[in-house]
C-alpha cells in the first residue's frame, strides 16, 4: 500500500530549523535508513496471494522507495508446510492460490538479498475471512463524489475491516488531433484511425488512504456508509467517467489496531489537537536482531470486492473542470511551406486540424500543439478497460 510507504519515507523528519546563514539538516534525515517494508497479504481462499517488498531510503533521497529483488520467500504453517513465493516483477513476489486449509495458522518467511542473507519472520496469524460487500454507492455532494460501502457479518465474527482501492477514470486533453504525421517521413498528414487516438484515455491510480471501521461497540456486525473515498467536484476524475475497484479485508484486533495507528500517525497530525505521532509496531521482525524496525503487517484470510462506474451524466453539469495538467497549451497554425517538421512525427508537435484561409478552398496547412496538450497517451493508455462499459 502507497500511504505505508509514503509514511515510513518521513518517518524520521521530526522538525526542520533554518537559521539565517545555513540550513540545518538533522542526523534523522541523513541517518542511513535502510529497513524493510512488507506489504500484503497470505490469501488462505481461490485468490492470489502477493506481497511487495520493499526498503525505506532517506528523505532526501531521488527516489520514494527501492525495491527488495531477488530475496526468498515463503508461506508456511504451523503444521510445517511451506509454500514458495516467485518475483513476478522487482519486489512483488507471488503465487496463484495456495490451497491453505482454513484451520491452520501462517507466517511469512523473507531471506533478504543481502551478504548476510537476513531472516525476517512475521507471527503466526490465522485466517480471517471477509464478509461480503453488501453495497457499494456514491452520493452527489456540493463537494464532490462521495463513495460509501455497506458490509455485515450475521454471525458476529468480523467486526474489524480495512479497504483499498483503484480508481480508473476516463479523460481527454486540452486539444483534439484528428491527424497523424506519416511515420514514414513522406507525407502530412494522415487521419487518425481508431487504434491511433489519442483524445480519449483511460487512467488508473491505487488509493494512498487508510480507511478502515469497526462495528466492535455495536450489538450488530454492521458496517453502514462507510466514505471510501470522496472525488472533489473540479477533478479531471470526473470529468467524463470514474470507475472504482474496492477491497475489503477482515482484520484482528491487533491488525486493526496497527493500521489505526499508522493513520493516526499519517492523516491525523495536522494541529496540536489531533493525535501525537507514536510508535508503529508491526508482526514482523528481524530473527537476529530485534532492535531493527521492520514496517508492516502480515495478516492471513479473504478478501472481498466490488466495483461502480459512474459517468457524467450522473452528477451536476460543470463538473471535472480542472484543466491545470493542461497549462499554457496553445494552438499553433502550420503552414504547407512548414509542413516538414511534423514529418516523421516530430517529437514534440502534433497535428490538430486542417487549416484553411478564404477563399482558398484547398487547406493551406495545419492547426498544431504540442504533444502535452493533444496526447492523452502521455498521461494514460488509449486501450479501454476491459471492465469499461461500450
Not at 520467500?73 to 514458495?84: F, G, K, L
Not at 533478504?112 to 519472520?121: C, D, F, Q
Not at 475491516?161 to 498528414?189: I, K, L
Not at 514482523?284 to 530485534?290: E, F
Amino acid at each position: 500500500m502507497k500511504i505505508l510507504r509514503q509514511f515510513i519515507t518521513g518517518i524520521t523528519l521530526t522538525a526542520l530549523v533554518f537559521s539565517c546563514r545555513e540550513a540545518y539538516t538533522p542526523p534523522q534525515i541523513t541517518a542511513n535508513s535502510n529497513y524493510l517494508v512488507v506489504e500484503g497479504l497470505i490469501n488462505t481462499g481461490t485468490d492470489s496471494t502477493i506481497f511487495k517488498l520493499s526498503r525505506t531510503v532517506r528523505l532526501y533521497a531521488k527516489t520514494t522507495t527501492q525495491n527488495e529483488t531477488h530475496a526468498i520467500v515463503t508461506v508456511e504453517s504451523d503444521a510445517n508446510a511451506v509454500y514458495p513465493l516467485k518475483e513476478i516483477t522487482p519486489g512483488t513476489y507471488a503465487s496463484a492460490a495456495l490451497g491453505l486449509s482454513k484451520t491452520a495458522k501462517y507466517r511469512l518467511r523473507i531471506i533478504a538479498n543481502t551478504n548476510t542473507h537476513t531472516t525476517y519472520l512475521s507471527d503466526f496469524t490465522a485466517g480471517k475471512d471477509s464478509p461480503l460487500i453488501d453495497s457499494l454507492g456514491y452520493n452527489i455532494e456540493p463537494n464532490g463524489l462521495q463513495v460509501y460501502v455497506n458490509a455485515h457479518d450475521a454471525t458476529n465474527n468480523t467486526r474489524y475491516y480495512r479497504w483499498d482501492y483503484v480508481e480508473t477514470w476516463e479523460f481527454h486533453p486540452m486539444f483534439d488531433s484528428q491527424y497523424v504525421a506519416d511515420q514514414n517521413g513522406t507525407a502530412c498528414c494522415a487521419v487518425r484511425t481508431p487504434a491511433q487516438d489519442v483524445f480519449t484515455c483511460w487512467h488508473t491510480s491505487a488509493s494512498t488512504d487508510l480507511v478502515l471501521a469497526s462495528s466492535a461497540k455495536l450489538t450488530q456486525d454492521v458496517i453502514y456508509n462507510t466514505i471510501i473515498t470522496t472525488v472533489p467536484s473540479a477533478s479531471e476524475k470526473v470529468s467524463v467517467g470514474y470507475s472504482i475497484f474496492v477491497k475489503q479485508y477482515a482484520l484482528t484486533l491487533d491488525a486493526f489496531n496497527f493500521w489505526q495507528n499508522l493513520k493516526k500517525n499519517t492523516e491525523l497530525l495536522g494541529s496540536i489537537f489531533d493525535a501525537q505521532p507514536s510508535e508503529i509496531q508491526g508482526n514482523i521482525h528481524n530473527i537476529t536482531d530485534s532492535t531493527e524496525p521492520v514496517f508492516g503487517y502480515v495478516s492471513a484470510g479473504t478478501s472481498q470486492q466490488k466495483r461502480i462506474t459512474v459517468f457524467y451524466t450522473s452528477w451536476p453539469q460543470g463538473w471535472g473542470q480542472d484543466k491545470s495538467a493542461y497549462n499554457n497549451c496553445l494552438k499553433d497554425t502550420i503552414l504547407n511551406k512548414d509542413i516538414a517538421i511534423f514529418l516523421g512525427g516530430a517529437p514534440n508537435q502534433i497535428p490538430l486540424e486542417k487549416y484553411y484561409i478564404p477563399p482558398f478552398p484547398a487547406p493551406q496547412g495545419y492547426v498544431g500543439s504540442s504533444r502535452n496538450c493533444a496526447d492523452c497517451t502521455l498521461r494514460g493508455t488509449n486501450i479501454k478497460p476491459s471492465f469499461w462499459p461500450l
